[in-house]
């Protein structure tokens, strides 16, 4: 597509549940990213795919978070027993292989647990 | 570990004044340095890089590696700026991911 694609942009799910969030990059574009955007928090790193391997997945807070690419192109990034403090914008971007390029971003997911 | 910091979480200016964000970084390397924007209901933009030595839409921002900063500037402000902008540090030890800070609500007045 032409720009970065993010599904859903609104999830509202009760704490406990499951949640996938999708994010569909540039053709072409190798490199992935997600980031978690909070009031006064700015972006938080969370997880950087280059191709189908992630070499950086240092900002993911817990072992509820997961996240996996497959062809080199879409990514899901799953929460498991999602809690309160996991409601925030994620954030995606895609970049052709270095930040130098500049980040491609998707419009977000709104995640809201209750 | 690198940092990005923006002291201003709000800078409120009038249309037509001077304006300065500010922004400074901890990286022992040789860094990289962006600022992204985020205008209202819209996607986060990268606005410019240092590299390109660019100015874009009146900005611009220079390195400085003796004060650590990055400080983006525009002589003078127009509503349209009016948008929230985050400073970025590239770290090549770092994986090639940015760092973000935590962001500068712009408000231009008139």
């Known amino acids: 597509g032409a720009g970065v694609s993010q599904s859903p942009s609104n999830k509202v799910t009760e704490k406990g549940k499951d949640v996938e969030l999708r994010c569909d990059p540039i053709s072409g574009h190798t490199a992935l990213y997600w980031y978690r955007q909070s009031l006064g928090q700015g972006l938080e790193f969370l997880i950087y795919?280059?191709?189908?391997?992630?070499?950086?997945k240092s900002g993911l807070p817990s072992d509820r978070f997961s996240a996996e690419r497959t062809g080199g192109s879409v990514s899901t990034l799953t929460i498991q027993r999602t809690q309160q403090e996991d409601s925030a914008v994620y954030l995606c971007a895609s970049s052709l292989g270095f930040p130098l390029e500049g980040y491609t971003f998707g419009s977000g997911t709104r995640l809201t647990v209750v | 570990a690198q940092r990005v910091t923006q002291p201003e979480k709000l800078l409120s200016v009038f249309k037509g004044a001077p304006v300065e964000l500010k922004c400074n970084y901890s990286?022992?390397?040789?860094?990289?340095l962006f600022w992204y924007v985020q205008y209202s209901r819209q996607r986060l933009q990268l606005l410019l890089r240092?590299?390109s030595r660019e100015s874009i839409k009146g900005f611009t921002a220079d390195l400085n590696k003796g004060e650590t900063s990055f400080h983006l500037k525009k002589p003078f402000a127009q509503e349209e700026d009016s948008a929230m902008y985050y400073c970025a540090l590239n770290s090549m030890g770092g994986g090639n991911k940015l760092t973000f800070g935590t962001g500068t609500q712009l408000k231009v007045e008139l």
């Open positions: 990286y022992s390397g040789s860094p990289e």
């Open positions: 240092h590299i």
């Open positions: 795919f280059q191709g189908n391997s992630a070499p950086d």
